[in-house]
Nanobody, 116 residues
Framework: QVQLVESGGGLVQPGGSLRLSCAAS????????MGWYRQAPGKERELVAT???????IYADSVKGRFTIARDNAKNGVALQMNSLKPEDTAVYYC??????????WGQGTQVTVSS
């Protein structure tokens, strides 16, 4: 079974940058899209950004212009470049792979904390 492993989280000051990486344990076929979601304490998990197999991207309004998602073919995964981070970006970030047949798999999550 394919596993997704996230890395790159940590503590950063407001206005700083982080780059999250998601690596799959093996090549993944029949992928419709890969993306990043986040969940803050006491809140529901929400979409941050996704990229389809064709390269189309979708971003949450709250991160547009600050975050960039890209495929990482060397790792069979995706990366998320996060700039101009705000305290409200603090959350656990999860990598997601959505298969054409409708199945979703998730990584274990990586903590991002934006604080001075």
């Amino acid at each position: 079974q394919v596993q997704l492993v996230e890395s790159g989280g940590g503590l950063v000051q407001p206005g700083g940058s982080l780059r999250l990486s998601c690596a799959a344990s093996r090549s993944i076929f029949s992928i419709a899209a890969m993306g990043w979601y986040r969940q803050a304490p006491g809140k529901e998990r929400e979409l941050v950004a996704t990229i389809t197999s064709g390269g189309s991207t979708i971003y949450a309004d709250s991160v547009k212009g600050r975050f960039t998602i890209a495929r990482d073919n060397a790792k069979n995964g995706v990366a998320l470049q996060m700039n101009s981070l705000k305290p409200e970006d603090t959350a656990v970030y999860y990598c997601n792979a959505h298969f054409i047949v409708g199945i979703d798999i998730w990584g274990q999550g990586t903590q991002v904390t934006v604080s001075s």
